[in-house]
C-alpha cells in the first residue's frame, strides 16, 4: 500500500553521521537476525564524517536519485534510500558530502548509510529505529563493512560489547579529548574481499581476543591504544610501505596503529614531549596526515 504525503509541497532534511577508526574488531556473523551481526571491538568516533541532505517532491514521476561529491557510484547509501522510500509516492534526492577519503579505514561506507537513511526517514516521517536498522542491514550485506553503524550512534571512544544494533547490540562509549592525527599513506583497500575470507576471519579472531578481554577489564583510552597497537602487529596486512611508516612514527614515542581497513594510520601523541617529536617526523618524510577530534555525539539531524 502506498503511502500518500502529507503536504503537496517539498520537505528536505539534513542529517550528519561520522566517521570512525576501528582500532580492533572480532566478526560476530552467527545470528541467524541480521540485526544482530556485525562485531565486537573499539574505536574512535570521528568530529568529521559524511553529511546528507533528503529533499522530498511529493508529486511527479516516483524517482530516488543519489548524488555526491565523489567522482564514484555509493550502492549502499543509494539502496538505503531506496528501501526506506519503497511504497512512497513522489521522487526523493539525496545529495552526500564526504568529509575524509572513502576506502581507508575511516567508516565512510557506514557514515554515508546512516546520514542518508536519518536523513530521508525525517523527510518520510518515519521512526529513527526504523532509518538505523536499514543504514545497518545496507552496510552489512553491501559488503561495507562490520558493525560501522552501531558504533557511531554515539561519540568519543566507543567499546562495541555486543555485536548489532539497538537494542540486539550494545556499545557504550567514554569523551576522548587527545587529538588524533590520521596519516593516509597508499590506495584504499577493499575491504570487502578482505571480510569475505573465512580464513582471514578467524585469523582476525585470534589476532583480537587478548586485546578484547584487556579491554573489557579496563575499557580506557590508555588500554585502546596499546590494544590498539598490538592488533595492528598481531594482524600485519598493512603492505611494506605502510610498516616502515608505522616504525617512523612510533619512534616518536607516539601510539599509532593502522585503521581498520586502508592504508591510513591513526596516532595520539601521549605527551607535548611527544607531539613535537611526531610532528617533525610527519614534517621530515612528508606523510600526509589530518589532525583531528574525537565527535562529542554520534549521528544526528541538523537543523
Known sequence: MKHRAEAQEERSARAFAPGHITGIFSPAQSSEDPRARGSIGAGLVLDAGVRATARLLPTGRRQVRLASDLPIALPISLDVARRLFAGHDGSIRVELTH??????????????A???????????????RKAIEVAHLADLFGGGGLGGVSAILGGGLELRERPGVPPIGRARHWDFRPSVFVSVVGPPVPSPILLASPAFLERVRRAAGPGLRRLASKPEAKT?????EQFTDALSIGPPKVRRILSRLRSTGTRVAQAMFGQSLFSVPGSAAQRTRFLRELE????????????????????
Do not use: D, N
Not at 546512516?114 to 529513527?128: E, I, K
Not at 585502546?224 to 590498539?228: C, D, E, K, N, Q
Open 99 to 112: 568529509e575524509l577519503p572513502v576506502g581507508q579505514g575511516l567508516g565512510m561506507s557506514a557514515a554515508g
Open 114 to 128: 546512516l546520514s542518508t537513511a536519518l536523513s530521508v526517514a525525517s523527510v518520510l516521517g518515519l521512526p529513527r
Open 224 to 228: 585502546f591504544l596499546r590494544v590498539s
Open 284 to 303: 621530515r618524510s612528508r606523510i600526509p596526515s589530518v589532525e583531528l577530534k574525537a565527535s562529542p555525539s554520534g549521528a544526528h539531524l541538523l537543523r
